[in-house]
C-alpha cells in the first residue's frame, strides 16, 4: 500500500511544551492524563517513571504536574494547601480562557463556553467563572437561558471557528453587548486543512491519534467529510487489513497530541500490507 | 384597487419623539433635516416655523434643533461655544452608539461602525471615536485595513443584523477580542418583519418614505425579494396608475419617518385607481 502523509500534523507547542516538562520531571505524578494519547502516556510512566493519578488523592508523591488541559480552580488551590510540589504545564492557549472567565464574570459579565462541558480543558475554564458559566456546544442549548445583556464567550481551544461563530451569531442577535475572545488555537488550523487536502485526494485516510482527544476527532470528522473511508486509530494494532482492499494510496495523519513515533510505526505497518 | 396596510408601519420612537420636540420649540433651526422626511419638514416649517439650515453658519437665529441622527461632536462643540441655545433631538438609540464609541476608543479599542460612510448618524458615531474609526458596509471593505487584536463593533441603528453578522464574523475569525454591540435599532424589525409578510400577500407594493431614509430603503429592499413590482415613493405625487394594470392588491407600508398623514394621502388615491 502506498502510503501519503499529511503536509501538517501532529505534535502542537503546548503539547511538546508538556513532554518535555515531563522529561525533566521524572517520579511525578500527572493529575489525568498528560495529553489525550494512551502511548506517549505509556512511554513516559515507562521512561521517566512519570505516572498518571484519577486525583489529587491517588498521588503517592507530593510531585503534581498539572495537564495540558489544565486544572478546575479549587483542586489547584488543594495542591497548594497541601504543600504539593506544582509542575504546571497547562498549554498557555488554555491558561488564557481560564484567566479570561475568571477576570470577566469579576467585571459583571455573564459567561458562555463554547465547547463540550465534559472536556477537562473546560471543566478547568468554567472553575475560574465566580458566577455561573453556561457551556454550549450549538445554539439549541442556549434556549431558554436568562443571561444577562453583557456576555462575555469564550471557545474550547481545540473547536472549529465556523461551530463558534454559531454561538456567538446566536448571542449577538439576542443581546446587548457580546464580548467575544477567539480562544480558538491557531495551532489545530494547519492539522486542520492539511487533513481536508489529503482527505481529497487518497483512498483511504487514518487518523492517528488519542479517542478522547477533542483535536483528533475534530481532524478525523473533516477527512470523513472528504474521504468516504476515514479511521480513528490509537496506533497501529488497531489496523484492520480489510480496510484496504481494492484500495490504492492511503493518507495518515494524526492529533496534535500524537507523537512522531507511533505515526512513524502505523505508515510502517501500513506500507506492509 | 384594493388596499391593504402592513400589520406595522410608519413612526418609530425617535421620529415621534424628534417631532413633538419640533413642535415645541417653534422658530427654531434644524441643522440638516430633522428626520430623512421632506414632506414633514415642510409641514414643521409651514406650521411652526421650523427651518432646516444646511450647516451652522447658515442658523439665523441662536436656536438650533439636533436632528434625530445626532451631530458630529466638533459640531455640538462649536453650538456650544457659539452660546446656541441647543436642542437636542437626538433619537436615544443614536446617542448608545455614539457614547460606546467614544469610551471604547479612549479605552485602547480599535472602533469598527458597521453603516454607510455617507449616513449622517454614522458621520456623529465616528466623530465620537478619539482615534480612528474604521466604517464598513461588508468585510471586503475591511481586508488590508490594519487593526489592534481589541476591536469594539457597533452598527448603524437602521441596518439588518444578517449584514451586521457577517462583519461580526470577519473580525471574530481574525481578531482575538471583539466586543459586539448590539445598537441595531429594536424599533425597525416589527416594520420589517410587517413588510415581509405584506409582500408575500400582494400584487404590489408601495413603500412610503424619504429617498434619502436608510430603514425606507431598508423596506423596499425587503419589500422586492418578496414582491416583484415594489416602488419607494415620497407621496402620492410620485404613483403612476401603469404600475397597477392587471393587479388586483396594493400593499402599502412606509418608513420609521413617514408621518401618518402621508400614508393616509396614499391610501386614498391609491384606491381611486
Not at 503517592?60 to 489547584?76: Q, S
Not at 498549554?91 to 459583571?108: A, H, M, N, R, Y
Not at 482527544?213 to 496506533?235: F, G, P, R, V
Request: glycine share 4%.
Amino acid at each position: 500500500m502506498k502510503v501519503v502523509l499529511a503536509e501538517k500534523y501532529g505534535f502542537c507547542f503546548g503539547v511538546k511544551r508538556a513532554i518535555s516538562i515531563a522529561e525533566q520531571n521524572p517520579n511525578s505524578t500527572t493529575i489525568g492524563p498528560l495529553i489525550h494519547n494512551p502511548n506517549e502516556i505509556n512511554r513516559l510512566k515507562e521512561k521517566f517513571n512519570v505516572k498518571t493519578a484519577q486525583d489529587i488523592d491517588d498521588i503517592d508523591n507530593k510531585k503534581a504536574i498539572v495537564r495540558t488541559h489544565g486544572i478546575e480552580k479549587d483542586k489547584l488551590k488543594t495542591l497548594k494547601e497541601k504543600k504539593f510540589d506544582i509542575i504546571d504545564a497547562t498549554c498557555p492557549f488554555v491558561t488564557k480562557p481560564q484567566k479570561i472567565v475568571e477576570e470577566l464574570s469579576q467585571d459583571g459579565y455573564d459567561i458562555v463556553i463554547f465547547g463540550d462541558e465534559k472536556h477537562p480543558e473546560v471543566k478547568g475554564v468554567k472553575s475560574y467563572c465566580v458566577t455561573k458559566a453556561v457551556v454550549a456546544m450549538r445554539p439549541a442549548e442556549l434556549f431558554g437561558k436568562k443571561l444577562k445583556d453583557k456576555i462575555a464567550v469564550v471557545s474550547q481551544t481545540t473547536k472549529k471557528i465556523e461551530d463558534f461563530l454559531k454561538i456567538v451569531d446566536y448571542l449577538v442577535k439576542r443581546y446587548k453587548e457580546v464580548r467575544v475572545f477567539n480562544t480558538i488555537c491557531n495551532a489545530t488550523f494547519p492539522n486542520q486543512s492539511a487533513a481536508k487536502e489529503l482527505a481529497k485526494n487518497v483512498d483511504i485516510v487514518l487518523v492517528i491519534g488519542g479517542k478522547n482527544s477533542s483535536n483528533t476527532k475534530q481532524l478525523h470528522k473533516i477527512a470523513s467529510e472528504y474521504c468516504k473511508d476515514s479511521h480513528l486509530n490509537e496506533n497501529a494494532d488497531e489496523i484492520n487489513k480489510e480496510w484496504f482492499k481494492d484500495k490504492k494510496i492511503c493518507g495518515i495523519t494524526a492529533g496534535a497530541s500524537t507523537p512522531d513515533w507511533i505515526v512513524r510505526s502505523v505508515v510502517s505497518e501500513v506500507e506492509k500490507i
